[in-house]
């Protein structure tokens, strides 16, 4: 297979079976998050990065407009399959409840990342109408804000308005799916790729790195996703003693189990291909979108 893209979650290499069609998204077993050590992979979670995003796409099915076209073989349960596309380069994110970061912003400032917000809303509270930011992603589970110039820069004002407007869609249907299966999603990631100008949700929707949400109600329920994980990584309760490496992997393994394992309501030990560490390509390479 010819390597077109490395990244820090993924490579994508050309389709060997229909290059001229389609891509295949391989999931490494990389982490980063602030604290975490750059050597330090978490084994098998290329794998589950790969099966709960698959459980995503196929949910949605054919009622949205992803590139989802499968899995593949290739290397067995780290590979999706997906309609050749050109990136876009800003992601949407969706909050819906004001949680976490969220609501310690509202109560400091009245503000949302940067959208002010009614007076008098709670903590946890769902939001009437939920809040669309463009960011820059730079690794999986951090992003940049934009502001209007940088935005303008990257994206029109049409292909931007289609993103949020399919964001709120996705988000919408996504938060409902969660909550029959127990899980409140207070906040996810979106990310978009073109294809003959069609808008296509490509990626790895739903990951942990990219959302927040909690098993259960969100004031007493146990989080997990990309707050739960940086609390594990640098041991913010002071009067715990600091996890090893070895257990601070292991619960970023299992609440990716837990995740999938609740969205599936099957067992991780069935999904395809065998446990394994495979860290990826290390040298950076860039040539895809180039047709």
Known sequence: MELLETGYAREIYEDPDDPDESVLLVANDRFELPGWPSNAPVADLGRLRTAISALVYRHLGDRFATGFLGTSSAIPGRTLKLKWFEAVPVSIEVIGYLSGVAWDSYRRTGEVAGMELPPGLERDQVLETPILIPVRSNVVGEAKLL????????????TIQRMKLGSMLLYGDLKDWYLARGLVLASTRFDFGVTDEQLLLVGYPGILEGSELAIGELADGDWLGR???RERVVNTVPTQKRASLEEIT????????DLYERLSESEF?????????????????KIFGRR
């Open 250 to 257: 292991a619960q970023i393994h299992a609440a990716h189990v």
């Open 147 to 158: 502001k209007p110039r940088e935005l303008a820069s990257l994206v029109n004002t049409q």
């Open 227 to 229: 707050r739960a994980l």
């Open 269 to 285: 030990s069935d999904w395809e291909g065998e446990p394994s560490l495979f860290e990826g390509q290390r040298t950076p390479r």
